[in-house]
């Protein structure tokens, strides 16, 4: 059974607290910072904008701008968490249309365009494989910390390391049978949060949850190849397939491992005259009292080529988890801990981008002797 997973393969806590507070700024007064540092050294910008904390969505085009004018790789990669902390938060009023929301019988005519895309165009993606490369981030928080919207509340975001591995599509489904073990990774420590099924058909599989009726109008988006229109949704734990496993840190030897599959909210941004989705954001819907206080997945989806011809397909990705420390052994007593048993939390955010996208081909060869 397919499914969507958020995984954290370790743990490591930091209990010392050190005072921080970043500088909201929205992407305009951003843009407008970083025009005043290009006569400084890499790491001086970098310092600057591991200060400064988004108040708005960053996108990949504006993103993408911003890097080309930076000195370095050190102010590139703080800029890259800045932006990826900022995924799941709205875009700037600026690109937020005025118009009215469409009449019900135009949402209905969207969501139908949305659903045929995905039973007429995703079943004609070829098999296929492309190369995944995650960038990890950490910020340790206080102890029973309340992270904003953007997972934010402790130190400056840090790099904890990266990885690039080949995925492979094989009739219709991410194929995790081949090419195991080619995964290269450079990590300072083992602070990492590595989701899974991002590059499958994850799509099918929310809007299979989310069912007939439920996508609700949410609002116009501006976008750089015209306007968007964006629907919410939400998804019962009965109905979910969004797991969340978490092995947590301990203030003992042996750490705890917790899994569960999660009721989750969202959106989902749609071409309104096609009908093809282009942006994906999940975010699970956590009791109190568990070691994860918050989960979330935001996958972007544009057009790449494969084999000579062009499809829409996963381009990047970011994933955020907020993790807690146990204090006290004893395991899940009904899946909830009493708020005294945690200790410090650490928020957890991966940047995920897909390249490099070929065609799969199984080829046999007959040898004569």
Same mark, same amino acid.
């Given at each position: 059974?397919?499914?969507?997973?958020?995984?954290?393969?370790?743990?490591?806590?930091?209990?010392?607290?050190?005072?921080?507070?970043?500088?909201?700024?929205? #992407?305009?007064?951003?843009?407008?910072?970083?025009?005043?540092?290009?006569?400084?050294?890499?790491?001086?910008?970098?310092?600057?904008? @591991?200060?400064?904390?988004?108040?708005?969505?960053?996108?990949?085009?504006?993103?993408?701008?911003?890097?080309?004018?930076?000195?370095?790789?050190?102010?590139?990669?703080?800029?890259?968490?800045?932006?990826?902390? @900022?995924?799941?938060?709205?875009?700037?009023?600026?690109?937020?249309?005025?118009?009215?929301?469409?009449?019900?019988?135009?949402?209905?005519?969207?969501?139908?365009?949305? #659903?045929?895309?995905?039973?007429?165009?995703?079943?004609?993606?070829?098999?296929?494989?492309?190369?995944?490369?995650?960038?990890?981030?950490?910020?340790?928080?206080?102890?029973?910390?309340?992270?904003?919207?953007?997972?934010?509340?402790?130190? /400056?975001?840090?790099?904890?390391?990266?990885?690039?591995?080949?995925?492979?599509?094989?009739?219709?489904?991410?194929?995790?049978?081949? &090419?195991?073990?080619?995964?290269?990774?450079?990590?300072?420590?083992?602070?990492?949060?590595?989701?899974?099924?991002? =590059? &499958?058909?994850?799509?099918?599989?929310?809007?299979?949850?989310?069912?007939?009726?439920?996508?609700?109008?949410?609002?116009?988006?501006?976008?750089?190849?015209?306007?968007?229109?964006?629907?919410?949704?939400? #998804?019962?734990?009965?109905?979910?397939?969004?797991?969340?496993? =978490?092995?947590?840190?301990?203030?003992?030897?042996?750490?705890?491992?917790?899994?569960? =599959?999660?009721?989750?909210?969202?959106?989902?941004?749609?071409?309104?005259?096609?009908?093809?989705?282009?942006?994906?954001?999940?975010?699970?819907?956590?009791?109190?009292?568990?070691?994860?206080?918050?989960?979330?997945?935001?996958?972007?989806?544009?057009?790449?080529?494969? &084999?000579?011809?062009?499809?829409?397909?996963? #381009?990047?990705?970011?994933?955020?988890?907020?993790?807690?420390?146990?204090?006290?052994?004893?395991?899940?007593?009904?899946?909830?801990?009493?708020? @005294?048993? =945690?200790? /410090?939390?650490?928020?957890?955010?991966?940047?995920?981008?897909?390249?490099?996208?070929?065609?799969?081909?199984?080829?046999?060869?007959?040898? /004569?002797?």
């Amino acid at each position: 059974m397919s499914k969507i997973c958020l995984y954290c393969l370790a743990f490591q806590f930091l209990f010392a607290a050190v005072a921080f507070a970043a500088k909201p700024v929205t #992407v305009d007064q951003l843009e407008s910072a970083l025009r005043k540092t290009q006569t400084q050294q890499d790491a001086d910008v970098a310092q600057q904008l @591991s200060g400064l904390e988004l108040t708005e969505r960053l996108s990949t085009t504006r993103l993408s701008a911003m890097e080309a004018r930076l000195p370095g790789e050190k102010s590139r990669v703080a800029l890259l968490a800045l932006a990826d902390a @900022s995924a799941f938060l709205d875009p700037p009023a600026a690109d937020i249309p005025a118009d009215p929301p469409p009449d019900i019988n135009a949402q209905r005519l969207m969501i139908s365009r949305a #659903v045929n895309y995905l039973d007429t165009e995703i079943p004609k993606l070829p098999n296929f494989f492309a190369t995944r490369t995650i960038v990890y981030f950490a910020d340790n928080l206080k102890k029973n910390g309340r992270p904003d919207a953007n997972g934010r509340g402790g130190k /400056p975001w840090r790099t904890t390391g990266s990885s690039t591995t080949t995925v492979y599509f094989r009739d219709g489904k991410e194929d995790k049978d081949i &090419g195991q073990g080619e995964e290269k990774i450079q990590s300072a420590n083992q602070e990492r949060l590595i989701p899974t099924g991002t =590059f &499958g058909p994850i799509l099918s599989r929310v809007m299979d949850e989310v069912g007939d009726g439920q996508l609700t109008w949410r609002r116009w988006e501006r976008g750089a190849d015209g306007t968007r229109a964006v629907f919410r949704f939400a #998804v019962p734990q009965t109905r979910s397939h969004f797991e969340v496993d =978490f092995r947590s840190s301990s203030a003992w030897e042996e750490a705890e491992y917790f899994q569960q =599959f999660s009721a989750y909210h969202g959106e989902i941004k749609v071409d309104p005259a096609t009908g093809t989705i282009l942006r994906l954001i999940l975010d699970a819907d956590l009791e109190p009292g568990l070691p994860v206080a918050r989960a979330g997945l935001v996958v972007d989806y544009g057009p790449v080529e494969i &084999g000579g011809k062009t499809y829409i397909c996963p #381009v990047r990705s970011v994933s955020l988890l907020v993790g807690r420390t146990l204090l006290r052994p004893g395991g899940y007593a009904g899946n909830t801990r009493s708020p @005294s048993d =945690f200790g /410090p939390e650490t928020a957890l955010l991966s940047d995920i981008t897909f390249g490099q996208y070929h065609v799969f081909r199984a080829e046999a060869h007959i040898v /004569p002797y």
